[in-house]
């Protein structure tokens, strides 16, 4: 693992970022918490590589206000294409 980012999976719709940050505090420096609303998942950063392995190796397919979490490391964000340069109408 290279990252100290979670991706965090199958999430309530209900749960919000204190709620997660409350949960894998106790696996280290919990440095950001991100939600995507009404998208089932969200992002957990840790202040060290080896934080983010221990709460993952822990909660990983545990279960989490009713649903079974799906942890893995997160993947950087693709670029997103810019759609008026890359097409001309003529």
Same mark, same amino acid.
């Given at each position: 693992m290279?990252n100290?980012?979670l991706y965090?999976?199958n999430?309530?719709?209900?749960v919000d %970022? #204190?709620?997660l940050k409350?949960? =894998? ?7 950001d918490?991100?939600?995507i609303e /009404?998208?089932g998942?969200?992002f957990?950063?840790?202040?060290t590589?080896?934080e983010?392995?221990?709460?993952m %190796? #822990?909660?990983n397919?545990?279960? =989490?206000?009713?649903r079974t979490l799906?942890?893995?490391e997160a993947?950087?964000? /693709? ?7 890359s097409?001309?109408?003529?």
């Amino acid at each position: 693992m290279e990252n100290p980012k979670l991706y965090v999976g199958n999430l309530t719709y209900s749960v919000d %970022e #204190a709620q997660l940050k409350e949960l =894998f505090s106790s696996y280290g420096d919990v440095k950001d918490v991100r939600v995507i609303e /009404r998208k089932g998942f969200g992002f957990v950063e840790f202040e060290t590589v080896e934080e983010a392995e221990k709460a993952m %190796e #822990a909660l990983n397919g545990t279960e =989490f206000a009713g649903r079974t979490l799906r942890i893995d490391e997160a993947r950087p964000p /693709r670029p997103r294409r810019d759609f008026n340069s890359s097409r001309r109408f003529y």
